[in-house]
Antibody, heavy 119, light 106 residues
Framework: QVQLVQSGSELKKPGASVKLSCKAS????????INWVRQAPGQGLEWMGW????????TYAQDFTGRFVFSLDTSVSTAYLHITSLEAADTAVYYC????????????WGRGTLVSVSS | EIVMTQSPATLSVSPGEEATLSCRAS??????LAWYQQKPGQAPRLLIY???TRATGVPARFSGSGSGTEFTLSISSLQSEDSAVYYC????????FGGGTKVEIK
């Protein structure tokens, strides 16, 4: 069925890196951009940016430049979020979400990946 | 960037009554506004897009309205399963979510 399957929870130490995955199935991967959304514990949703799945071009929201990198492997219909130099403030659930073609709202979400950063 | 402000932060409503949630934009925008429902431990779910169009499978008791800077999500005849946090999201100028409104059932 149509779904986005995200990788499992991660526990990392400050300063480490992590790479999360988001595998699409049930639809043509390159027809829809993939967005990333962060949700810190007990907080609201923060849009991090998107990557176009036809060209692999990433766009980052202002607060997510530098340590955050979006990438793709279209051969396996998978998007990735790589976060470097992890800080405690990066502790959050990270969602991938599919954008409706031609628009920037999200009709399909992954279940989220919890990243915990603690020494 | 258009900033979205939701009110109230928490809304307590009795079953069968109507809930009205507000989302205000920092500047006038077209109808590029979506609403999502998020239940504890779950991913958000798209309810409304284009300010007033229900997404596939969304019950008719959910309706969206508004224009300019003021947008509203109404939930008529509230049911227990509607207990959740609701977020608005503008996609008119970049992208931004509101802070959310928690709907509680009395």
């Amino acid at each position: 069925q149509v779904q986005l399957v995200q990788s499992g929870s991660e526990l990392k130490k400050p300063g480490a890196s992590v790479k999360l995955s988001c595998k699409a199935s049930g639809y043509t991967f390159t027809d829809h951009a993939i967005n990333w959304v962060r949700q810190a514990p007990g907080q609201g949703l923060e849009w991090m940016g998107w990557i176009t799945t036809d060209t692999g071009s990433p766009t980052y929201a202002q607060d997510f430049t530098g340590r955050f990198v979006f990438s793709l492997d279209t051969s396996v219909s998978t998007a990735y979020l790589h976060i470097t130099s992890l800080e405690a403030a990066d502790t959050a659930v990270y969602y991938c979400a599919r954008a409706v073609t031609g628009y920037w709202f999200f009709d399909l979400w992954g279940r989220g990946t919890l990243v915990s950063v603690s020494s | 960037e258009i900033v979205m402000t939701q009110s109230p932060a928490t809304l307590s409503v009795s079953p069968g009554e109507e809930a009205t949630l507000s989302c205000r934009a920092s500047q006038s925008m077209s109808g590029n506004l979506a609403w999502y429902q998020q239940k504890p431990g779950q991913a958000p779910r798209l309810l409304i897009y284009g300010a007033s169009t229900r997404a596939t499978g969304v019950p008719a008791r959910f309706s969206g309205s508004g224009s300019g800077t003021e947008f509203t999500l109404s939930i008529s005849s509230l049911q227990s399963e509607d207990s959740a946090v609701y977020y608005c999201q503008q996609y008119n100028d970049w992208l931004a979510f509101g802070g959310g409104t928690k709907v509680e059932i009395k």
